[in-house]
């Protein structure tokens, strides 16, 4: 099971993913909160698929581009968390999630 972490925006997201396939979203408009409201999302997202961290496979955090304290809520969080559950942790630009599926899908981008 992936978590995947983005605040990217002011949409931030939490997602739990299983062989490519996503098995929970949760995503929310932030203001200014995304400190506030991640790890709660995080917590509730584990808690509702009856996991914990040590359950995850890695970790994935968006990179952005984004506004740097957004960003550096995702990070921070996500470094944390994989720290603390030895898990590994890979960040993804922003814009390379977005034309993923017109690139997979053999579009031109």
Partial sequence: MLL???????YAGVALAAEG?????????????????????IAESLRSRGLSLG???GI?????PGRF????VGVSVAKGLAM????????VGTLDLEAYPYL???LPV
């Fill in 60 to 64: 994935a955090v968006a990179l952005g």
């Fill in 84 to 91: 603390t559950a030895g898990k590994p942790l890979v960040g």
């Fill in 104 to 106: 997979e899908a053999g």
């Fill in 69 to 72: 304290s957004a960003l550096r």
């Fill in 55 to 57: 359950d995850l496979s």
């Fill in 21 to 41: 396939q996503v098995v929970s979203l949760r995503s929310w408009f932030s203001t200014v909160n995304h400190t506030a409201e991640l790890m709660p999302a």
């Fill in 4 to 10: 995947a972490i983005d605040t990217s925006t002011r």
